[in-house]
């Protein structure tokens, strides 16, 4: 009847109004058709969390010192999970935190292979983030020990496999519409802990002029009709508010943030990743009151950062990904592999991961424990104003120390990749591990992020 399909002639009577106006209620009630056309802002989110608190005694992280079972539970950990995008193209996205000291690699793996039976996800699109707890179940030293006591915490380690698994897929069924935004505020409780005497090191401490990163950077997760689902913070802090005489259970200052920003906002799920603080700590330390007053303090920032402005992100993610093996012999090459081949975990395997949301933001994630200096030059050669820098990410075995702190010495370089792979002379490393990874992250960030 009529020429042109896409016209439809106006009926400008009242009734005709309102046939109209019940035709287009019909039509946005209409399942499947694309959100992105009325809001590009939307993709599908989803947000899980799970308690993974030992409910038995078992061997715990962090201090030499401790060598008995833990005493019971102070504070309950969790692990949570944000799962982005749909299963087309490249697939969704992933984050797990852990509030672990460390979720040893092939525990990761495991998971990331039960979870691949259920969705496509490829291991670019996979992070586990340790919250690197020190009074949490010590899984990395789980084969060590004998007895009662191995048979607690293998039976720990089947559990929490099983636990991630559940968050994750939990996390992917509960994809809805859903908003991404971020802002950056910033918190004051990590003090660098390296004391210096004649410029090197002789203890830790609370250094007032140290280096540190006090930046807290802040994504709000958010469905179609603008509801808080979940939110995922970053402080560059070492999660060891609690000591070596400690023998409890307890998520330290990252489980009280959780716990103050769910009691701010109930029903919402908080992820609490942990940036380049290898060499800071919470001051003050020593109790689980002192553990509370970081978490508030967080707690706080998120509430007043929460009143905007938020800068909304793109969508569509893009993840890069590849493993930097550091090889020390001049004569040799550093060689470099992008495949999706499963990863050795050797220590000398630096397994990085980035996300960028088009143009807008730029999730860096670093495995091990990484000190500041990492960060700082990371937001010095690159746009700082938009990049998200995490570490204890993949893998959580060693030191990555800068030529600042080899020159100073001490705890954190003796514990090094450095001094482990260098026979105890770190300074021989060349180039340093630090310009290798640094210049490692550039060819992962889009172009986008060079430059200012």
């Known amino acids: 009847m009529f020429a042109n399909p896409s016209f439809v002639p106006v009926d400008c009577s009242l009734r005709g109004l309102y046939f ?10 209409i399942p499947g058709l694309p959100l992105a056309a009325e809001d590009p802002g939307l993709s599908p989110v989803g947000v899980a969390q799970i308690d993974i608190t030992p409910s038995y005694p078992v061997r715990m992280y962090g201090y030499a010192a401790r060598r008995t079972e833990s005493e019971g539970v102070a504070g309950r950990l969790q692990a949570a999970a944000l799962v982005l995008g749909d299963d087309a193209g490249e697939g969704p996205a992933v984050l797990l935190t852990v509030d672990s000291g460390v979720v040893p690699p092939e525990i990761r793996d495991e998971v990331l292979r039960r979870v691949r039976e259920q969705i496509p996800l490829q291991t670019a699109r996979f992070v586990l983030a340790n919250s690197h707890t020190h009074a949490g179940p010590n899984l990395r030293g789980r084969r060590q020990f004998e007895g009662s006591e191995r048979e607690r915490i293998e039976r720990y380690a089947g559990e929490l496999t099983d636990k991630l698994e559940q968050v994750v897929l939990a996390a992917a069924a509960a994809r ?3 908003r991404l935004s971020w802002t950056q505020g910033t918190v004051g409780f990590a003090a660098n802990r390296r004391v210096l005497r004649d410029g090197r090191w002789s203890g830790f401490g609370a250094v007032p ?3 540190v990163d006090h930046r807290l950077p802040l994504l709000r997760v958010t469905d179609a009709q603008h509801e808080l689902l979940a939110l995922v913070v970053n402080y560059a802090c070492h999660n060891t508010t609690l000591r070596g005489n400690f023998v ?8 009280s943030a959780i716990r103050a920003i769910q009691a701010d906002h109930p029903g919402v799920i908080p992820l ?4 380049c603080g290898a060499d800071a700590d919470p001051h003050p330390h020593g109790t689980v009151e002192l553990c509370d007053q970081h978490g508030r303090a967080l707690a706080d920032e998120v509430n007043r950062l929460l009143a905007g402005p938020f800068q909304p992100l ?7 990904h590849a493993v930097l093996e550091i090889v020390y012999q001049p004569e040799l090459p550093t060689a470099e592999s992008t495949s999706d081949r499963p990863v050795t975990h050797s220590p000398s395997e630096l397994e990085v991961t980035v996300w960028a949301f088009g143009e807008d933001l730029a999730l860096i994630f670093l495995p091990h424990e990484v000190v ?18 995490t570490a204890y990410c993949h893998d959580v075995a060693t030191y990555l120390v800068s030529p ?32 290798q990874l640094v210049e490692h992250v550039g060819r992962l960030l889009p172009a986008a992020f060079h430059s200012q």
């Not at 793109?314 to 890069?320: F, G, R, V």
């Not at 500041?372 to 998200?388: E, H, T």
């Open 248 to 255: 409890q259970i307890h998520g330290d200052w990252t489980g």
């Open 314 to 320: 793109d969508p569509q993610l893009s993840s890069h």
């Open 272 to 275: 609490v990743t942990i940036g």
């Open 20 to 29: 109209s106006l019940i035709l287009l209620a019909v039509v946005l009630a």
């Open 372 to 389: 500041v200096d990492y960060a700082l030059r990371i937001q010095r050669d690159f746009d700082g104003s938009r990049l998200w820098i």
């Open 404 to 435: 600042r702190l080899i020159e100073e010495g001490g705890y954190e370089v003796r514990s090094s990749l450095s001094y482990r792979l260098s026979g105890g002379e770190p300074e021989r490393v060349t180039p340093p591990i630090k310009q």
């Open 176 to 178: 809805q519409p859903g």
């Open 209 to 211: 002029d140290g280096a």
